[in-house]
């Protein structure tokens, strides 16, 4: 098993999900001695712990199955398309804005032949 594999199981494990949400209500509880300098295995640890965590929060509220924490395949791709969703659902409500943007001269299609006339 090599490192990264090894990384993502103790950060998808129940005990580190555990200390991770303690550490970010108790400020007393830390996940590693040095506070500065993250090694980047350090940074990929706490990675992997959001990525988890976010998934375990989507299990609980019954919008994925937790079948998605039985295979690195399905977890990835889960965070994938909800990335996409959301993007597309910002671009969903852009278009929504766009027509409430005043403008200072607006024609339609009725008002050409008027003016027309």
Do not use: G
């Not at 959001?50 to 375990?56: A, C, R, T, V």
């Amino acid at each position: 098993m090599d490192i990264y594999s090894t990384i993502r199981k103790l950060a998808k494990s129940n005990k580190h999900q555990n200390l991770f949400s303690a550490s970010k209500e108790i400020n007393n509880i830390q996940l590693f001695d040095n506070i500065k300098n993250l090694s980047n295995l350090q940074q990929l640890y706490i990675n992997f712990l959001y990525f988890y965590e976010n998934i375990i929060v989507d299990i609980m509220s019954n919008l994925v199955s937790e079948k998605v924490l039985d295979n690195d395949i399905y977890s990835d791709s889960y965070i994938l398309w909800k990335k996409k969703d959301k993007k597309q659902d910002k671009v969903d409500e852009k278009r929504k804005d766009i027509h409430l943007i005043p403008a200072k001269h607006m024609t339609f299609k009725n008002d050409k032949k008027k003016n027309e006339n």
